[in-house]
């Protein structure tokens, strides 16, 4: 399992879980669709994170990324 800002630019991984014991920052993560199971690929690292999930596209910042690990 790894953090996502251990993941390379354009490697698809699965959500494993979401570290974090905040419901808000839970419940912002799984709106846009980012939840344990769910396929995610890097799009970009800087200056913010950049994900796909699905058809989706979702900018997050440092704190929100630090919170996804995938496997």
Known sequence: MNA????????????????TKEAIVRRKL???GITP?????VEQRFPSYIV???HTRAALDRELAASIFVQ
């Open 30 to 32: 799984m709106a846009l």
């Open 52 to 54: 796909k999930v699905g």
């Open 37 to 41: 199971g769910s396929n995610l690929t």
């Open 4 to 19: 996502l800002s251990q993941v390379a630019i354009g490697q698809t991984q699965i959500v494993a879980r979401l570290n």
